[in-house]
Antibody, heavy 123, light 107 residues
């Protein structure tokens, strides 16, 4: 069956870096766009980033633009999120999600989500 | 950026009630609107996409509609498992902004 399994979360000091990963299985990973969405403790969902199926197009929320980088490894069915210059407000559960591309901008909705990995930013 | 505003922020209802949650976009997003359900401690789940198309496996008591920039999620007869937080999300363009959520509680 389909699975998305995130890893790499943990406690990190402000200003430091962390790399999250998401292992995909049970579907044709190379055919789908992939997203990262986060949820701060007790808060709502915040869309973070998208990468197209072929990796050619990447877009980010303004709150992470220039600090976070989304990437994918087709050979290993892996999605990554490199997070640099972390801030306390980046603390959240980070979910990877599969995208179904619809519409002119290639964004799409999210039809399957992983269980999430928690990132804590604290000194 | 286009803002997505949900109302109400919270709602109390009883099993069997009909409830409606609204999501308003600050600009035209056509029908590029999805609804998600998140039960406490669980992962978000897609309910509806294209403003009104039910995702496979989602009970038919859930429905969605659109009127201009106003979108509605309706649950026709609440079941115990429906008590959760609901989010809308636009996907016509980047960023894929979510509404702030509507928490549906048991009365």
């Amino acid at each position: 069956q389909m699975q998305l399994v995130e890893s790499g979360g943990g406690v990190v000091q402000p200003g430091r870096s962390l790399r999250l990963s998401c292992a995909a299985s049970g579907f044709a990973f190379r055919s789908y766009s992939m997203h990262w969405v986060r949820q701060a403790p007790g808060k709502g969902l915040e869309w973070v980033a998208i990468i197209s199926f072929d990796g050619d197009n990447r877009y980010y929320a303004d709150s992470v633009e220039g600090r976070f980088t989304i990437s994918r490894e087709v050979s290993g069915n892996m999605l990554h999120l490199q997070m640099n210059s972390l801030r306390p407000e980046d603390a959240a559960v980070y979910y990877c999600a599969r995208g179904i591309v619809v519409g002119p901008a290639g964004l799409g909705y999210l039809d399957f989500w992983g269980q999430g990995t928690r990132v804590t930013v604290s000194s | 950026d286009i803002q997505m505003t949900q109302s109400p922020s919270s709602l109390s209802a009883s099993v069997g009630d009909r409830v409606t949650i609204t999501c308003r976009a600050s600009q035209d997003i056509s029908n590029y609107l999805a609804w998600y359900q998140q039960r406490p401690g669980k992962v978000p789940k897609l309910l509806i996409y294209g403003a009104s198309t039910l995702q496979s496996g989602v009970p038919s008591r859930f429905s969605g509609s659109a009127s201009g920039t106003d979108f509605t999620l309706t649950i026709s007869s609440l079941q115990p498992e429906d008590f959760a937080t609901y989010y809308c999300q636009k996907y016509n363009s980047v960023p894929g902004t979510f509404g702030q959520g509507t928490r549906l509680e048991i009365k």
